[in-house]
């Protein structure tokens, strides 16, 4: 499974952005797909996840209310709408595909593939 992230970008505070996440290869193997977040000097942290089929989603306290993620399967894509931007969410965000049928949807070590990673930037 390969995952492409797109949609990142500078951005004014209090604006919106949604990131894209392409699936190729053998999506089938996907149980669940997240997205995790990293800013400078900082640890990988979860931010949204989505269950492949049944579409749950769980997401971080920090980003509740303010992002969406969803996914559209016959285009085996997963977004991340972020809306109401903070200078805070600045960091680069990956996105990440598992293929373990149980797990947490929170921790990044049990996720099996990773995109490239998309920066947003967002000023004050």
């Known amino acids: 499974v390969q995952l492409q992230a797109s949609g990142g970008g500078l951005v004014q505070a209090g604006g919106s952005l949604i990131l894209s996440c392409a699936a190729s290869?053998?999506?089938?193997?996907?149980?669940?797909m997240g997205w995790f977040r990293q800013a400078p000097g900082k640890e990988r942290v979860f931010v949204a996840g989505i269950s492949w089929n049944g579409g749950r989603t769980t997401y971080s306290d920090s980003v509740k209310g303010r992002f969406t993620i969803s996914r559209d399967n016959a285009k085996n894509t997963v977004y991340l709408q972020m809306n109401s931007l903070k200078p805070e969410d600045t960091a680069v965000y990956y996105c990440a595909g598992s293929s373990r049928p149980l797990g947490s949807v929170s921790a990044s070590d049990g996720y099996d593939y990773w995109g490239q990673g998309t920066q947003v930037t967002v000023s004050s």
């Open positions: 290869g053998r999506t089938s193997n996907i149980y669940r």
